[in-house]
T-cell receptor
Framework: DAGVTQSPTHLIKTRGQHVTLRCSPI?????VSWYQQVLGQGPQFIFQYYEKEERGRGNFPDRFSARQFPNYSSELNVNALLLGDSALYLC??????????????FGPGTRLTVT | EDQVTQSPEALRLQEGESSSLNCSYTVSGLRGLFWYRQDPGKGPEFLFT???AGEEKEKERLKATLTKKESFLHITAPKPEDSATYLC????????????FGAGTQVVVTP
């Protein structure tokens, strides 16, 4: 079975630009969460979507937005990029159904560099 | 405020030298505690979920335990391929999907 997939793998953007990151969850999983991980730190929660609705938001500015599509894939959008947005962006999926439902499985991440 | 602290920050082991990593947490209510392994530049790989104090899970050379205040990840007779950063995360009862991570323990196992 395919795991969580993310695209692109790497991305280089200039300050002030906009970026869109994409994620496809494990088949059958209806929840997607997004995380930002800077070097040397644990991942920080940005958003959770379940059944196409936002179910949680972390402490990130309004420049960050996301959405979930009917096929449960998701996009993370970041506007007006800052140097500090350079990080590994991780997507995780979970089923939220059944006994092991809270387990989150991560994709390989998108490495974003802002210059 | 919910908090997750991992120690030590880094650990260097000889092959076969067993050790333990610590994850202490302060949360209003615990839904579950999760352990992940992360290789450089890659996404975290799920290892274990622990839901209640006293619970233990094992996988090959790894064993995770949980108390009301902390979790331990025991690495028995490690091999060089066990070198990675080990992350612990908590999910609180007021959330379905917001994992709160510690900063991780970087483990290096030398032959």
């Amino acid at each position: 079975d395919a795991g969580v997939t993310q695209s692109p793998t790497h991305l280089i953007k200039t300050r002030g630009q906009h970026v869109t990151l994409r994620c496809s969850p494990i088949s059958g999983h209806k929840s997607v969460s997004w995380y930002q991980q800077v070097l040397g730190q644990g991942p920080q929660f940005i958003f959770q979507y379940y059944e196409k609705e936002e179910r949680g938001r972390g402490n990130f500015p309004d420049r960050f937005s996301a959405r979930q599509f009917p096929n449960y894939s998701s996009e993370l959008n970041v506007n007006a990029l800052l140097l500090g947005d350079s990080a590994l962006y991780l997507c995780a999926s979970s089923s939220l159904l059944g006994g092991a439902s809270y387990e989150q499985y991560f994709g390989p991440g998108t490495r974003l560099t802002v210059t | 405020e919910d908090q997750v602290t991992q120690s030590p920050e880094a650990l260097r082991l000889q092959e076969g030298e067993s050790s333990s990593l610590n994850c202490s947490y302060t949360v209003s209510g615990l839904r579950g505690l999760f352990w992940y392994r992360q290789d450089p530049g890659k996404g975290p790989e799920f290892l274990f979920t622990l839901y209640s104090a006293g619970e233990e899970k094992e996988k090959e050379r790894l064993k995770a335990t949980l108390t009301k205040k902390e979790s331990f990840l025991h690495i028995t007779a490690p091999k060089p391929e066990d070198s990675a950063t080990y992350l612990c995360a908590v999910l609180t009862t007021d959330s379905w999907g917001k994992l709160q991570f510690g900063a991780g323990t970087q483990v290096v196992v030398t032959p």
